[in-house]
């Protein structure tokens, strides 16, 4: 069974520029969730999608944004990239209808924004 | 406000013995507990979960506790091997609820030593 696949695993771009992340979740798992990890903060949650639906989102700005097709993979976008957004960015999904626990993760992109 | 708290950034423990890893949590809510385990440039890897209904959980050489009242868990690694050096986060959820994502501590980076 596939893992959780994460594509590009890593990434440069200028600052002002925007960057898309793609996530293929397990096979059969309708939640897809996003985390930012950075060495000073750790791992925190921008959003959960369940069924196309945005169903919970952290505490980012607006230029933060994700969506999730109907085959459950999912994409978030960073608009305006500033130097502050250079971290690894996560991707885990769950079977779990409720949210909360079974979450598999992938590798991750790390994102360099210069 | 941090909601998950692991208040030690590293801990250092000789092969063969015991890692004890703290993780202490505010919202009386959460009701599903995690620890994941992550390499440099991996995604966290599932540990062992505990639901709030019970106070202890063991699988293998990891044992999870949970102490409701003091709002405290802790996982013991018995016996300890050089193999699970790695950042050990603690989670927290509260299945079905508005905060159905995890919700990490900033990690412990756990040493065994040879």
């Known amino acids: 069974k596939a893992g959780v696949t994460q594509t590009p695993r890593y990434l440069i771009k200028t600052r002002g520029q925007q960057v898309t992340l793609s996530c293929s979740p397990i096979?059969?798992?309708?939640?897809v969730s996003w985390y930012q990890q950075t060495p000073g903060q750790g791992l925190q949650f921008l959003f959960e999608?369940?069924?196309?639906?945005?169903?919970n989102k952290g505490n980012f700005p607006g230029r933060f944004s994700g969506r999730q097709f109907s085959n459950s993979r999912s994409e978030m976008n960073v608009s305006t990239l500033e130097l502050g957004d250079s971290a690894l960015y996560l991707c885990?999904?769950?079977?779990?209808?409720?949210?909360?626990?079974?979450?598999?993760f992938g590798s991750g992109t790390r994102l360099t924004v210069v | 406000d941090q909601q998950v708290k692991q208040n030690s950034p590293s801990l250092s423990v000789q092969e063969g013995r015991i890692s004890i890893l703290n993780c202490d949590y505010t919202?009386?809510?959460?009701?599903?507990f995690l620890w994941y385990k992550k390499y440099p440039a991996e995604g966290p890897t599932f540990l062992i979960s505990?639901?709030?209904?019970?106070d202890k959980n063991e699988d293998g050489r990891f044992t999870v506790f949970l102490n409701k009242s003091a709002k405290h868990l802790s996982l013991h690694i018995v016996p300890s091997q050089p193999g699970d050096s790695a950042v050990y986060f603690c989670?927290?959820?509260?299945?079905?609820?508005?905060?159905?994502?995890?919700?990490f501590g900033k990690g412990t980076k756990l040493s065994v030593k040879p």
């Open positions: 999608y369940f069924s196309e639906t945005q169903r």
């Open positions: 919202n009386s809510m959460f009701d599903y």
């Open positions: 989670a927290a959820s509260r299945r079905g609820g508005s905060q159905g994502n995890l919700i």
């Open positions: 885990a999904s769950s079977s779990d209808s409720l949210g909360g626990y079974g979450y598999t």
């Open positions: 096979s059969g798992h309708r939640s």
């Open positions: 505990i639901s709030s209904i019970k």
